[in-house]
């Protein structure tokens, strides 16, 4: 699934790409199965992308790792201004995105919501 | 003609109070809260998407004589032979370099009809700030599985070492 995936995003099939690779993500994500994530399973789930994007493994993200992010919002998660994210400013910047795209507040992210939060 | 006026007055008054109720609120979003709220986060398409959709699998990453000892032991550790071992060994890199937690990563060597997996179950960074993974590790002989775990953490080489298990 995940060589799909990959192939998908190479060939550039766009929007159909990203959600057959976002039901990958959500179903890896969703570690009780029931078609909900919790804080619980979304930050355990971010501290694996932490690590997974971390191409140099030297413990912090840069603006260059991230890909896709704006510059705005990733300087206002580096709270300490040194320039990278550490695992602790990551994942508070993710569970600021958990909060927003938990629309309707029940502590838990439908396929919906994550495919409705940009 | 008195009272004309004063209904003018009273309805300027009151639009005075609506544009100013306006301006506050406009205010309160523009103060260091509201553009903290508005900021927050890093947004849907950091990092691949709010979930990190697609990330790991690949190459295997692993630098020859990278591999360190310790993933296979106690009594499976003995019946496995040599090559055995180092599928094994070498899929326990790739998994814990590259695979998302909860997803297994499997190896079989044909010639002895032995088969693994292995998969990442939970990632952290130990105080030192180096990573450290717990793993499952699934080992079948004579369609026999045997489950065991552990925690392997990342060594400044690029290896993986069990430091548990």
């Known amino acids: ?118 | 003609m008195a009272f004309a006026m004063w209904w003018r007055v009273r309805s300027a008054v009151g639009l005075l109070l609506v544009i100013m109720m306006l301006v506050a609120c406009q205010n309160t979003q523009d103060s260091g809260v509201g553009t903290k709220t508005a900021i927050g986060g890093l947004g849907g398409a950091a990092a691949g998407g709010l979930l990190g959709a697609a990330l790991g699998g690949g190459g295997t990453g692993i630098a020859a004589g990278a591999l360190l000892g310790g993933l296979i032991g106690g009594a499976v550790g003995n019946v496995l032979d040599e090559n055995d071992k180092r599928y094994a060994n070498e899929t326990a890199q790739k998994a814990l370099e590259k695979a998302p937690s909860g997803t297994a990563t499997s190896w079989k060597n044909p010639d002895s009809g032995h088969s693994g997996t292995v998969t990442p179950t939970h990632t952290y960074q130990s105080s030192n700030g180096s990573y450290c993974r717990e793993y499952q590790q699934e080992i079948t002989i004579d369609g026999k599985p045997q489950r065991s775990y552990g925690t392997a953490c990342r060594q400044p080489d690029g290896s993986w070492k069990t430091i548990s298990g």
């Open chain 1, 1 to 118: 699934m995940r060589r799909f995936c990959y192939a998908l995003l190479l060939v550039s099939f766009g929007a159909a790409a990203s959600s057959v690779c976002a039901q990958e993500g959500f179903e890896n994500a969703d570690q009780n199965h029931n078609n909900k994530i919790n804080r619980e399973e979304f930050l355990e789930r971010e501290t694996d992308v932490f690590f997974l994007i971390d191409s140099n493994k030297d413990g912090h993200l840069s603006i260059v790792e991230i890909k896709n992010v704006d510059v705005a919002r990733f300087h206002a998660a580096d709270v300490n201004g040194d320039g990278v994210l550490s695992m602790e400013e990551f994942l508070e910047a993710r569970n600021l995105d958990f909060d927003a795209a938990d629309t309707n507040k029940d502590g838990g992210l439908t396929r919906q919501e994550v495919e409705g939060f940009h």
